[in-house]
């Protein structure tokens, strides 16, 4: 079975994850994202393909957001991997916010293995501008 | 590597050119073209199965075909919709139109393909037909 591109697969896709070795010795992927910000607050879509809604797992602390995704194999009963050139893993990806947001108006969905995270900026979290006032 | 430019010293140039000539021979100029999805092919004796990752995009916007062994994946990401005010911190998911063409070890009929989509994965069976499987001969006794 042979693919009718010639070249090798160059495919824009999620990059095996640095860090600490799993227990299990599955890889752990860094899912695709893309950040938008408006007025209203932040929004971070994320790739995580395989995985569904009550398999994510995100966390703000101290500014730092960190979603997790554990992925359900696909490997198809009594058929063996012939050929490859996605792999599959749990996806975990940290991000540093610029602003604080409130840990507990965080929003997150999955659809179609897509997990899109809202961190909305609340009125009285408007950034307050200390001045300096020199001696 | 010998660069017989470098030997002519009015060109201090040379020699840079010369050696870019030789990387630019190493770097593919179609390295934008990407192959998309990815995919993964599983083989049993019965069927073949072919599993993509498609992220973000509704199994409605997803066309299957198969004509004689010849499976073709197609469809459209939609990018997702954002007011125009906003800002984009991160652009690392790709939107557009796709297509790929996997070429199977048989000729499929129609009604033996099967597709499932789960969190953005897709699935493809396909079985395969009876005249193609082996048949075992029975030895007659003389």
Not at chain 1, 40 to 65: C, F, I, N
Not at chain 1, 73 to 90: F, I, M, R, S, V
Not at chain 2, 52 to 62: F, Q, W
Not at chain 2, 96 to 124: C, H, N, Q, W, Y
Request: aromatic share 6%; charged share 30%; proline share 7%.
């Amino acid at each position: 079975m042979t693919d009718q591109m010639t070249h090798t697969p160059e495919t824009v896709e999620k990059t095996p994850a640095q860090g600490p070795e799993t227990m299990a010795g599955g890889r752990i992927y860094q899912p695709l994202t893309d950040i938008v910000e408006t007025d209203e607050g932040v929004t971070l879509m994320l790739e995580m393909p395989g995985v569904s809604a009550e398999d994510v797992d995100v966390t703000l602390e101290k500014r730092v957001l960190t979603v997790r995704g554990k992925i359900q194999g696909t490997h198809p009963e009594k058929l063996q991997l012939a050929y490859a050139e996605y792999g599959e893993g749990d996806y975990e990806r940290a991000f540093t916010l610029s602003d604080d947001f409130d840990p507990d108006k965080i929003g997150a969905s999955v659809s179609h293995g897509v997990l899109t995270v809202t961190l909305p900026r609340a009125a009285e979290a408007q950034p307050k501008k200390i001045a300096v006032t020199g001696s | 590597m010998y660069y017989p430019t470098y030997t002519r010293r009015s060109d201090p140039f040379g020699m840079m050119r010369s050696m870019l000539r030789d990387v630019n021979r190493f770097i593919p100029t179609n390295s934008d073209q990407s192959v998309f999805p990815a995919v993964n092919v599983w083989q049993g004796d019965d069927a073949v199965a072919v599993t993509a990752e498609l992220p973000g995009i509704d199994p409605s916007d997803i066309d299957i075909s198969v004509k004689d062994n010849v499976l073709t994946i197609s469809g459209e990401r939609k990018a997702p919709d954002v007011p125009d005010a906003a800002r984009w911190h991160r652009n690392e998911r790709r939107f557009g139109k796709f297509t790929r063409a996997i070429r199977l070890p048989f000729a499929a009929s129609d009604d033996k393909v099967e597709a499932r989509m789960t969190a953005g994965v897709l699935r493809i069976v396909v079985g395969r037909p009876d005249e193609d499987k082996p048949r075992k001969i029975e030895i007659k006794a003389a």
